[in-house]
C-alpha cells in the first residue's frame, strides 16, 4: 500500500528539484510569425530525432519576455544528448539564414507593455532586480540562446506532476504542429474555432458534469480579468454570442455527448488523437493523486499539501493546460477568455 503523507507540509518538506539538465532549453528570438518557423523548422527536426530515436520528449511555448521567441525545449536520450544539441543548433541557424525575420521591435515602443505583461506573473521588486531603471532589454531577432530548464514545481503538482504534465506538453506541442500543417490555421476565425473545439474537448474530459464545466469556466475567465486588471468585456461577447449561437449549437454538443460517454475515438478528425491523449493525461493524474503524488497549494494558508481529491487536482492542472495549449496555438489571453466565455453562454443555454 502507498504511504500517503499527512496533509499540512509545506514546501519546506518538499525540497525543489534542481534544474534538468537532462533536458536542451533552446530560445530562438524571431520576430515575425513564428507558424513558419514550426512548420518550416521545427516540424522536420523533430520528425527527423524521433525517426532515429534520438529524443524521449518535447515541446515548445512562444513567449514574450525581452522579446517575441520560441523556447524550444527537448529531452534527449542521454547517450544522444550532444548529437541532439549539434542537429538543433544547426537546423536552426539554417533557418534563420534561409527565412530570418525582417524587422526589430523597439524597446521604446514596447517597454511599457513588456513590463505590464511581466507585473501580472511577478512583483516589481522582481523587476527592479532584474531590469531595474534601464528596463527590459531586447534581444536581437533571429538570435539564438542557450537557457537552463526549470520545470514549474508548484504550478504542475509537484515532479510527479511534472512528469505527467510533460507528456501532456509533447501532446499539446504535436497537435499545433499538426493543425499549422493541415488546416487554414492561418485564417484567424478558423483558428478561433479549432481552440474552441480542442477547449470543449479538454475540459469536458477533465471535468464530465456540466457544473462544474460552467464553474470552471467562469473562474477561468475571473482569474484572467483579475490578472489583467480588467473589466470582463461581457457586453461585446454577448452580442458576438448572439452572431455565433446557431454555429455553436451545431459543433459543441457532439463533440460533449462523445466525450461525456468516453467515446474520444469516435471525435472528428484531429480531436480524436486529442480526445485520447487528454484522457490518458488525466487518468495518470487521476492515478497519482490516489497514490498521494500531488502536490497542490493550499487556498487557506499557502503551503504545500498532497492532494486527497481527484476533482480539485484536476481542476488546479486544467487552467494551465488550458492556457498553454491555447497559447501553443497562438491565441492571447483576451482572445481565450473570449472563447471560454462564448463556450459558458452555450452551455448556460442547453442547461
Known sequence: ?????????????????????????????????????????????IDELRSRDLIERWFFIRYWQEGPHLRFRVKPRPEAFDQVRQMVNEQVATFLEVRPALYEMKSEIVGGIYKDMFLMEGTEEEWNELYGDDGMPLRPSNSTSVEVYEPEYIKYGGPNGIEISEQHFEDSSDLVLTLLDTT??????????????????????????????????????????????????????????????ESLDKQIPGIIQLVAGDRQEELPSFLSDWGVKVRRTRDNLDKATREGKILLISREDGTRRVADEENRARWSLLIPYIHMTNNRIGISIPEETYLSYLLQRHLEARS
Not at 17 to 28: G, K, L, V
Not at 197 to 223: G, H, N, R, S, W
Open 1 to 45: 500500500m502507498t504511504e500517503v503523507k499527512p496533509v499540512g507540509y509545506d514546501e519546506a518538506d518538499f525540497p525543489e528539484p534542481p534544474a534538468r539538465e537532462d533536458w536542451y532549453a533552446y530560445y530562438i528570438f524571431y520576430t515575425s510569425n513564428n507558424s513558419p518557423l514550426l512548420i518550416e523548422c521545427i516540424k522536420p527536426l
Open 184 to 245: 487554414n490555421a492561418h485564417v484567424r476565425s478558423v483558428l478561433f474555432g479549432l481552440a474552441l473545439q480542442i477547449m470543449v474537448v479538454t475540459i469536458a474530459t477533465f471535468l464530465p458534469k456540466m457544473t462544474d464545466q460552467l464553474e470552471f469556466l467562469k473562474a477561468y475567465q475571473a482569474f484572467w480579468d483579475t490578472m489583467m486588471q480588467q473589466a470582463p468585456k461581457t457586453d461585446q461577447y454577448d452580442s458576438n454570442f448572439e452572431k455565433m449561437g
